[in-house]
């Protein structure tokens, strides 16, 4: 499968390493808006670049660098390209994609009707399959679609309340806050996550808040799912220990914040120190007559990435889920339940 990567910032960087690292796949090239230090470090990594503007490439040939063509000649050479493009701005791609001949794999930050179905691999890797447009989930709806889609098929969920607190911006920005204060991120309640959540799991019932706060990595969520009976802590803790892709944290280890979760990562020696594992800290994990309640934590610039490689896969249905899912964590690195 030949893979282009259209924008190449905070996920298309990511998405682009991580294709680098599957048998199955091949890295056609990369997109760049401006030859800044994003192009110098895709050249150093001898990824072919193409420019997104056609009158820009005189730009990167002056800085020296070299340049494969503009983003057409990339897409018609591939056979998927995903779209990692600001929010919104994926949308005005889609026929171009369809116009070459590529499938498309777009972003949470897009509306879902920007393609046929809303994507979480251990959710609904099937309803992607040969389908021309997937868009996989927002950061925040990849986490809480990963615990509750778990938590619902071994115990039943009535309904759920989730609060999100989320980071302000990525750590690259420095442009934007806020700076010293929590901001109630949407005016309306339920928040969009939760209609988000809809579009993978449809028929939970699920409200969802959300703050703002100063912070650059990761958002947390605190979690309360009411159950169709009562369920110990310790069949509880076997729940979402058996989730794909999360990793529950051992309160003896003192992995105590989100600072020391993304320690974690930079100690385990990943690149970019990227913890694609939704982290819910065992230590909140209780339950209260029919309630069930943990608190969890996303890496919001990982998260998504193996997400991404399967939607690959699946919509040129390579192979089914579960094999997918494996290849992609063994090529990453991904934990399973514990650390
Ligand atoms: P980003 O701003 O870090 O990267 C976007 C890249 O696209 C930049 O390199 C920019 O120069 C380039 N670009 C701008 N205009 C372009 C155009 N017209 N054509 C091609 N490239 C263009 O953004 P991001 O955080 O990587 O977000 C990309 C998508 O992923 C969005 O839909 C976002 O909502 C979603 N997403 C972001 C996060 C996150 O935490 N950053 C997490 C999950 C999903």
New binding site residues.
């Given amino acids: 499968m030949r893979v282009a990567v259209?924008?190449?910032?905070?996920?298309?960087k990511r998405v682009a390493d991580a294709v680098l690292q599957q048998k199955d796949m091949d890295l056609a090239g990369v997109?760049?808006?401006?030859p800044d230090f994003?192009a110098k470090v895709a050249e150093s990594r001898r990824i072919p670049m193409y420019s997104?503007f056609p009158d820009r490439i005189n730009d990167f040939e002056k800085r020296g660098l070299s340049i494969q063509g503009c983003?057409g000649d990339l897409i018609s050479k591939t056979d998927v390209v995903v779209d990692?493009?600001?929010?919104g701005?994926?949308r005005?791609?889609r026929e171009s994609y369809a116009r070459h001949g590529s499938k498309g794999i777009?972003?949470?930050?897009?509306e879902a009707d920007v393609a046929e179905v809303t994507f979480v691999a251990q959710c609904n890797y099937e309803s992607a399959v040969g389908k021309r447009f997937v868009r996989v989930a927002?950061?925040n709806t990849t986490g809480l679609c990963r615990t509750l889609s778990t938590v619902d098929r071994s115990l039943g969920i009535g309904e759920v309340h989730a609060s999100l607190v989320r980071r302000a911006v990525?750590p690259?920005d420095s442009t934007r806050g806020p700076i010293d204060a929590i901001v109630p991120s949407c005016s309306s309640v339920p928040t969009h996550h939760s209609k988000d959540v809809r579009e993978v799991l449809p028929h939970l019932r699920i409200l969802t808040m959300a703050v703002t706060v100063p912070t650059k990595i990761m958002h947390v969520h605190m979690i309360a799912a009411r159950l169709s009976r009562e369920v110990s802590q310790d069949e509880a803790i076997d729940v979402l220990e058996a989730t794909p892709r999360t990793l529950v944290l051992d309160g003896r280890d003192r992995l105590e914040s989100t600072s020391k979760v993304m320690e974690l990562g930079r100690d385990l020696g990943r690149r970019r120190n990227d913890m694609w594992e939704t982290v819910v800290w065992e230590d909140t994990i209780t339950t209260s007559d029919h309630w069930l309640c943990w608190t969890q934590g996303v890496h919001?610039?990982a998260?998504?990435i193996p997400e991404v490689i399967d939607a690959i896969r699946a919509v040129f249905d390579s192979v089914d889920a579960e094999t997918s899912m494996n290849m992609t964590d063994r090529a990453l690195g991904i934990f399973q339940s514990r650390f």
């Fill in positions: 259209n924008g190449y910032g905070t996920i298309g997109t760049k808006t401006r994003g997104v983003l990692c493009t600001p929010a701005v994926g005005t791609y777009f972003q949470g930050g897009e927002s950061c990525d690259f919001q610039e998260i998504v």
